[in-house]
């Protein structure tokens, strides 16, 4: 009996060293990847369009990890992660620009504009969760895409102004108001135009800032995952009967988990507003949620560093397609298409899982060796 419980102590401990060592991994990659990203950049060997997406990369990285932890972890297909992103990008624009006067730091103005944007997403994602989170499957699906495409319509009808006097808001339902019925002072700063969106935006978005939101999103989600929380958001995932027997509540993790996933959406949705003059709510649409959807899959559904390599690879393919401008998207959509067999190949899976483990096996015979 002791030594049954001293093998199954060693396997613990083996496979936290295994997925320890797996999460290192990932961070020093990302680490390793910005360093060299940013000697690219300033010894001049990335084209201007190549350099303006260092940013949206990180955004788009940072949401494909955020969606996996509610499609891959909690089982749970969502397609309104695009309204959160754009809940974060305009409330983040808000702070930001209310703040100029205040907070005359661009990188500060940053990190400020991404803690609101993560706190009203979180918001939203709680708001939206209560009721929506009783639902499963397509009819979540349906949701939260309806979810999506409310808060676009409801940004297209904002007005918001800043002047001495505060903030200033007005919803242009019928159409008829314009930023001018804000009544603002005259050292106020129209922010929101309604479907003009957010226009005069000061840039203050860096790349390592998209480093730092990259590296803080696979931390929390990694550690959520590995944590007692995460073992049981995976329970609830593969059987919901049998979690609610042994007392974990469903709908608690549930909520954790959407809550959690639309916070870092909100913050990237944060950086990615401060890296534009000008935004509109259409950059938050329907595609944008399957964009980063399919992030998720390819990279593979609970594997947060194949959604840091989707992403990435993904969102710089078009620009390395732009010399061939009639086929660009022909070659994008062929290369999705590929990527997506193979991936989902069992037996080249079952391949790989062979050379895996004879790796492996490899490794613990030369530890014997010593």
Not at 11 to 35: H, N, P
């Amino acid at each position: 009996m002791c030594l049954r419980k001293c093998e199954v102590r060693d396997m613990k401990k083996l496979t936290i060293k295994r997925t320890t060592r797996t999460d290192f991994i990932t961070y020093l990659g990302v680490i390793i990847a910005f360093i060299v990203m940013t000697v690219l950049r300033d010894q001049g060997f990335l084209t201007r369009s190549l350099t303006g997406q260092l940013v949206p990369i990180c955004c788009y990285i940072s949401m494909a990890v955020s969606l996996n932890l509610t499609v891959g972890i909690l089982g749970e297909l969502s397609l309104g992660h695009a309204g959160f992103m754009s809940v974060g990008a305009f409330s983040g624009i808000i702070a930001a620009m209310s703040l100029q006067s205040m907070i005359p730091s661009a990188p500060l103005r940053l990190a400020v504009a991404m803690v609101v944007g993560a706190l009203f997403a979180a918001i939203a994602g709680f708001i939206v969760g209560v009721p929506v989170l009783r639902l499963r499957g397509d009819y979540l699906a349906i949701v939260t895409l309806a979810f999506g495409e409310i808060i676009k319509d409801l940004i297209n009808c904002l007005l918001v102004g800043y002047d001495s006097n505060g903030l200033h808001m007005a919803l242009n339902l019928t159409g008829s108001k314009s930023i001018t019925d804000l009544n603002l002072e005259s050292d106020g700063i129209a922010i929101i135009k309604g479907a003009q969106g957010a226009s005069g935006v000061s840039t203050y978005s860096t790349f390592l800032a998209g480093a730092i939101l990259v590296m803080v999103a696979l931390v929390i989600v990694l550690n959520l995952v590995r944590s007692r929380t995460g073992r049981a958001i995976m329970a609830v995932r593969d059987n919901k009967i049998a979690a609610e027997s042994v007392g974990i509540s469903v709908t608690e993790y549930r909520m954790i988990a959407f809550v959690v996933s639309a916070a870092l959406a909100g913050a990237a949705g944060a950086l990615f507003g401060g890296n534009f003059s000008q935004l509109s709510a259409t950059k938050f649409d329907f595609n944008t949620s399957i964009l980063i959807l399919v992030f998720v899959v390819l990279g593979g559904l609970g594997n947060m560093r194949g959604s840091v390599i989707a992403a990435a690879l993904l969102t710089v393919l078009p620009e390395l397609l732009r010399q061939f401008s009639d086929y660009r998207m022909l070659i994008y959509a062929i290369v999705l298409i590929l990527v997506m067999i193979f991936t989902n190949n069992p037996q080249l899976k079952a391949f790989f899982a062979r050379i895996k483990d004879r790796f492996a096996s490899k490794k613990e015979v030369a530890a014997d060796a010593q």
